[in-house]
């Protein structure tokens, strides 16, 4: 039961009403619009209502005012299409300026495992960064972890519309000398692993929560066999779900793709017939026409516009390494569909979309080569058809309540002649006043309701001093921690 059908059977409905302004979508433009003066009502988590309240339907007319919105502007749930939120809030501090000189100063292949959380910690480590996802505005997430006990509990204790994406692969990679990258394959594990992925799939699209769905993920172009990619994507269109996969993600990886199949990886996927409109590919950086990887072809970006793939790019992540999409208006303008995530820390979603603006201008030299609009859009409406939603990521009638509130009194939102501006460029998540998922109330006034937070990140902090006080063990060259990351000042 929802909308109309909720309001009839008698149940109790909330209004947002007298908003000073609001961000809902036009079906007639197929965009978002400003309404100022804006009502939003909804029932059985469900929009029965968006609009101008003299618009109101008479049914609703005598509806008190739950939430008074003066002073405040409503806007979509933000979609954050890549994240790896079991394992990247341990990272923080030790991989800010970490990069192995000889992988292209790529952290993946030497760091990363030495710092990875381990099945302990993977709970606290999603707590923290859905905590940081909601306080950002983020409404639906895309979970890229590989299985861990308890994983749909937490998710779903969030509150947060999240799409497990349970990685598995053929293969692990660990470098001995910190210039080369081998690859230990397992074919049969990566099949029981994928197996394993597709239960876990099924079980959050029959989870209770109603607010879990599940994406097939082969974890890396590199560490997956063709058989294992393309078993894989025939579940996914069995199951009528996306398929993600990180691919031209790093020199290292592109350079073992053109030598093991003589093509890029982009076309490597193409030929086996892995891209379509179910294709989301993380990050899409390393294309053949990439000055870091130029290649004697420059076909690349056509191929994933032909074939309607996606591209799930994250800034954040990259620019900490060097390294930047050339670039995100480039991609707009081929007519690829470009989602935001979050993928490291922090998650906070905001910051992402300011960094996927700048750095788009400065790579293509213009103010004008990325707009706000592109943006928002790429977070909202544009993510969500990449997880093939049209219910979330706009507010319209029979759409999610998935409804962030921002406050337009906040000191950085002021002067303001246009409130989305400024909370991307100028305010970030210090607005972010309340979030509500499917209807229910999931941030008030800066306290995330689902989550202990802090207790979360207290526990956290004895977690990361475990796990790096054991670091010596896990690195090639049994450095201490003190020695991979030297603090930024002497302690005296």
């Known amino acids: 039961m929802n909308g109309y059908a909720a309001l009839k059977a008698g149940m109790r409905p909330t209004r947002i009403g007298n908003l000073s302004r609001a961000v809902l979508w036009a079906a007639e433009t197929g965009s978002h619009v400003y309404v100022e003066d804006a009502d939003i009502v909804f029932a059985d988590g469900r929009i029965v209502f968006a609009g101008k309240a003299e618009d109101m339907p008479d049914e609703m007319r005598a509806l008190a005012v739950d939430i008074d919105g003066i002073g405040l502007m409503a806007m979509p749930g933000l979609v954050d299409v890549h994240s790896h939120p079991a394992t990247e809030p341990l990272n923080r501090g030790l991989l800010d300026e970490l990069g192995s000189p000889g992988l292209y100063y790529s952290s993946l292949y030497e760091y990363m495992p030495v710092f990875r959380s381990d099945a302990a910690s993977k709970p606290d480590c999603a707590r923290v ?22 994983w749909l509990d937490v998710a779903a204790q969030s509150g947060m519309r999240v799409c497990l994406a349970p990685m598995f692969r053929s293969a692990a990679w660990k470098t001995s000398n910190g210039y080369t990258v081998d690859y230990s394959w397992d ?28 994406m097939v993920t082969p974890a890396q172009i590199d560490t997956c ?26 020199i290292v990886e592109f350079q073992e793709i053109t030598r093991r199949h003589g093509v890029s990886p982009i076309q490597w996927l193409d030929d086996l017939g892995l891209l379509s409109e179910r294709s989301i590919i ?35 992540v990259f620019v900490r390494r060097g390294y930047v999409m050339r670039d995100f208006g480039r991609y707009r303008r081929a007519g690829i569909r470009v989602g935001i995530g979050t993928d490291t820390y922090p998650h906070t979603m905001l910051d992402d979309l300011r960094l996927a603006a700048y750095l ?6 213009s103010p004008e080569a990325v707009s706000t609009r ?34 337009l009194k906040h000191p950085m939102m002021r002067p303001s002649i246009d409130p989305i501006r400024s909370l991307i460029f100028s305010c970030d998540d210090r607005a972010i006043r309340s979030v509500f998922v499917d209807g229910r109330l999931v941030v008030d006034r800066g306290e995330v309701l689902t989550m202990d937070h802090t207790a979360s990140v207290d526990r956290l902090v004895a977690e990361q001093q475990r796990i790096v006080g054991t670091v010596a063990s896990r690195d090639r060259l049994g450095r201490t921690v003190e020695e991979l990351v030297p603090a930024t000042f002497p302690t005296l």
Do not use: K
């Open 129 to 150: 960064a859905y905590s940081e996802m909601l306080l950002s505005g983020v409404t639906t997430v895309v979970d890229l972890s590989t299985p861990w006990d308890g």
């Open 187 to 214: 074919e049969d594990g990566g099949r029981r692993s994928l197996t394993e992925a597709l239960s876990l799939i099924d079980a959050a699209h029959a989870h209770t929560s109603g607010r879990l769905s599940g």
């Open 225 to 250: 066999s063709a058989a294992l990619l393309q078993t894989s994507f025939a579940e996914a269109e069995a199951r009528d779900v996306p398929w993600q996969i990180h691919a031209a993600q790093s």
């Open 282 to 316: 993380g990050h899409a950086i390393f294309l053949d026409d990439h000055p870091s990887t130029p290649w004697h072809t420059r076909t690349d970006l056509d191929v994933l516009a032909e074939r309607n793939a996606s591209v799930a790019h994250c800034p954040t």
């Open 360 to 365: 788009g201008r400065v790579q293509a030299g």
């Open 374 to 407: 592109e943006i928002f859009n790429a977070a909202t409406v544009t993510g969500a058809s990449m997880l093939r939603r049209t219910d979330i990521g706009r507010l319209d009638v029979g759409c999610c309540a998935d409804i962030v509130l921002v406050d």
